[in-house]
Nanobody
Framework: QVQLVESGGGLVQAGGSLRLSCAAS????????MGWFRQAPGKEREFVAA????????YYADSVKGRFTISRDNAKSTLYLQMNSLKPEDTAVYYCAADLNYGLALLKVDYDYWGQGTQVTVSS
């Protein structure tokens, strides 16, 4: 079992920044690829960013490319999402997820474990 706990969400004005964290426990963190997803009210959960086990490879949704940065600290078993130049359309619950089978996963179905989510609200 893997437990994931997100933190760092909150209310921010458009153009501002937030850094989300995801603390992992239960298994060796460096054994799994990680990702961030988000879900806005009335919408499907969508992919935001993914990172490989060692952190050397990352991938972003077009909507956040150039504004968000995913990173990980395997020594601290923690995943991060630095979000800059936030827009009202970034408002959503943000989830981190762990994938045990693939080197880099982009699809929801590829992920095995999920956190409970943290709310990000961007005001205009």
């Amino acid at each position: 079992q893997v437990q994931l706990v997100e933190s760092g969400g909150g209310l921010v004005q458009a153009g501002g920044s937030l850094r989300l964290s995801c603390a992992a426990s239960g298994r060796t963190f460096s054994n799994y690829a990680m990702g961030w997803f988000r879900q806005a009210p009335g919408k499907e959960r969508e992919f935001v960013a993914a990172i490989s086990r060692g952190g050397g490879t990352t991938y972003y949704a077009d909507s956040v490319k150039g504004r968000f940065t995913i990173s990980r600290d395997n020594a601290k078993s923690t995943l991060y999402l630095q979000m800059n130049s936030l827009k009202p359309e970034d408002t959503a619950v943000y989830y981190c997820a762990a994938d045990l089978n693939y080197g880099l996963a982009l699809l929801k179905v590829d992920y095995d474990y999920w956190g409970q989510g943290t709310q990000v609200t961007v005001s205009s």
